[in-house]
């Protein structure tokens, strides 16, 4: 019996290590890797990535109002491995300078990254959906943001199956 419980105590944080490793590297967040798109009665959303390396994918973001009939916002993204963390790097017109959020949890569908010091957003949760598309959740204080429900453009990359 000693052996059995010892066994599955070694499996139970072997698994756990393996999990907790994912967050570790930019790798685990391929699946971000793509062409998404976003489209409500007055906006459309693009979201882009590509690796570029081993430890990093690059991305670009823009927001187009349809009323308005031109690019509203627009930011350049990076995901970047360092020291054994990934952060996600957003340089938006809005800020002099690029903000990074750290990587926080994730598995191999999620990855949720934070900075509890940036005004707003303090934390973006990526979500890839069951039927391959992805959802964003973007909050600030006391979870209050809003969400984006993304479609992965034909053609683009997909790890997953």
Known sequence: MFRVTSLVFLCLVFHSVAQAKACDTVGSLAWLVGNWNAKSSKLQMHESWKQVSSKTLE????????????????????????????????????????????????????????NVQHDF????????????????????????GFTIKFIRENGSKQTHQ
């Not at 308005?68 to 963390?85: A, D, F, P």
């Not at 949760?125 to 204080?141: A, C, H, I, P």
Request: proline content about 2%; hydrophobic content about 35%; overall charge positive.
């Open 121 to 144: 957003p303090k934390k973006l949760n990526y979500q890839l959906t069951k039927d391959k598309n992805m959802t964003v959740f973007v909050s600030g204080e006391k979870d209050k």
């Open 59 to 114: 991305g670009a973001g823009y927001t187009y109002s349809i009323e308005k009939n031109k690019i509203v916002s627009s930011e350049t993204l990076r995901l970047v491995e360092m020291s054994g963390e990934v952060f996600y790097v957003a340089k938006v017109v809005s800020n002099d300078m690029p903000v990074a959020f750290k990587l926080t949890s994730c598995n191999a569908e999620t990855a949720i990254f934070e």
